[in-house]
């Protein structure tokens, strides 16, 4: 099935460092949608954006819907231990409409950070 | 945030049996649920959508008759997998859409359920 590019695969930092992601696609996104997922758990929902352009902080994580509707990245500063986990960035295509709002995903970015 | 119940959280069984996961949304109503599947280190393979009061729409691969999926009020869905193999051992999730307001939708995952099957 159809997948984001989301870079980078996997990322390794020391405790207070900013930690940058991103995805892109060739295809046009009304939603963006930035997960958090812990071994064993479901994705937890950190950010949701909807509108181009649009940039939306939580905390110390920050993230962006692009200009051209094809990319959002995600933010994170001064990372703590509790940072780590799997990162998911999921889009929803523009003009799917009715039921069947499914969301395309990224294969994550996994992040490690060193206290 | 909107809360998603997953049950059971883990389940091991017998090859051959029949297995029920359980979500559920707890303080909102989901027209539209997921479900999707796990494998370790890899991203979320949605496996079909499970919309409320009609039949579910599967995605290309994913046989209908091993995975029922029934969605018979505004906050359950329930996968069943039926004749489980070894094979089917997995981490399933699901989600929950929420309509939210000017269409500012988006989906809230469930715990997971890890199905071990021997």
């Known amino acids: 099935g159809q997948q984001l590019n989301q870079s980078p695969q996997s990322m390794f930092i020391q405790e207070g460092e900013d930690v940058s992601m991103n995805c892109t696609s060739s295809s046009i996104f009304n939603t963006w949608l930035w997960y958090k997922q812990d071994p064993g758990e479901g994705p937890v929902l950190l950010i949701a954006l909807y509108k181009a352009g649009e940039l939306t902080s939580n905390g110390r994580l920050t993230a962006q819907f692009g200009i051209t509707r094809k990319d959002s990245f995600l933010n994170i500063s001064a990372s703590i231990p509790s940072d780590v986990g799997i990162y998911f960035c999921?889009?929803?295509?523009?003009?799917?409409?009715?039921?069947?709002?499914?969301?395309?995903w990224g294969l994550g970015t996994s992040l490690a950070v060193n206290p | 945030g909107a809360v998603v119940s997953q049950h059971p959280s883990w389940v091991i069984c017998k090859s051959g049996t029949s297995v029920k996961i359980e979500c559920r949304s707890l303080d909102f109503q989901a027209t539209t649920m997921f479900w999707y599947r796990q494998f370790p280190k890899q991203s979320l393979m949605l496996m079909a959508t499970s919309n409320e009061g009609s039949k579910a729409t599967y995605e290309q691969g994913v046989e209908k008759d091993k995975f029922l999926i029934n969605h018979a009020s505004l906050t359950l869905s329930t996968l069943t997998v039926t004749s489980a193999h070894p094979e089917d051992s997995s981490f399933y999730i699901c989600?929950?859409?929420?309509?939210?307001?000017?269409?500012?939708?988006?989906?809230?995952f469930g715990p997971g359920t890890r199905l071990l099957v021997l």
């Open positions: 989600s929950a859409r929420d309509g939210g307001a000017g269409g500012r939708e988006t989906q809230y």
């Open positions: 999921a889009g929803q295509l523009m003009g799917n409409a009715g039921n069947n709002r499914k969301l395309i």
